[in-house]
Structure formats: structure tokens, C-alpha cells
């Protein structure tokens, strides 16, 4: 809670800094109308580089890593033993579709149904780098990128909150 508050602090000063940089003078004021103000000139502003979408990202991925929920954890644990038995059919019960799946070469393609998943085929699906990268990852300790975990490095399972559940929604071969 006080790393959100900190947060909010900082995020709300970048956001002041943003908002002044760019003019030659503006006036704050302190307490009720017309009691005290101070006027920040252009030499004074801070010069803003963040993205302060990113930074609130950061922050609340770092919360949920340092403390991941027993539900990411077990459905992170059921992706692995799928991957790991190159159960197809399984694998194909945890994703939402339609899903987005970059493949070895590089294509992209979305796959809008159960059946077109499977047709892809186990060969296609469980390439020998995504089977190692997902064997190896350590399902307590995910990848959170704002609502959604990256299992794996750069062969990787994306796993988003759908409907109120964890699902599968998108590969990187």
C-alpha cells in the first residue's frame, strides 16, 4: 500500500511537471484562493522523460511479483505440465479465443477457434524451444506486464484475465 501511495506521489508530481514545462510562468497556489502562490519559470521546470503509463506499469507489476496469487501460480502450473506432456488438446481447453500466435519464421496469425488450433498441429505448437523455455520457467514467479503474464522468455504464452478467468491468450513460437 505505501509503494502504491509513493506511486501516486511521484505520478502526480510528473504529471505537475508536465503540465508546467512548456509555458513561461505559472501560478500555483497553497491553501484557500488567493492566500499564498508561487510562480515556476521555465528554469525551474522539471524536464519530464517518463512515460508515466509505463512507470504506473512497472510499479504495479513489481507489487504483484513480489507477492504472486496462489490462482497465477497454479494456472501457470497447468500451462507447464500441458507443454510439458505436448497435450494439444489440453493445451487448446486453456486458451480464450480468438488468440494471437507469432510463429518461428516470424508470421503472424490469429486463430479464431479451438478446431484451428488444434489443426495447427503439435509440431507447430510445441516447438522445441517453447516446450525447454516453458519447462524451465518457475510458475511463482511470472512476467507481469500491466493485466497480463509473459510465460517464457522470448518463446513465450501470454496470459491474460478473461471473463473473470485466467486464459491463454496468444504464443510467441
Known sequence: MKRKFIATGIAAAAVLAVAVSGYRTTTLA????????????????????????????????????????AEITAFATRVQNTVSEQDLESLADLCD??????????????VASREEFIALGRESVFTRNLVHEIGIAEPSEQQIYGNGIVMGNKNNVIINRMEGSLSITGFNF
Open 30 to 69: 497553497a491553501g484557500s484562493a488567493g492566500t499564498e502562490s508561487y510562480t515556476i519559470t521555465d528554469e525551474e521546470a522539471i524536464p519530464v522523460s517518463l512515460d508515466l503509463q509505463a512507470f504506473m506499469e512497472s510499479m504495479e507489476a513489481e507489487e504483484l511479483k513480489g507477492s504472486p496469487s
Open 97 to 110: 479465443f480468438p488468440i494471437q500466435i507469432t510463429m518461428e519464421d516470424g508470421r503472424t496469425c490469429a
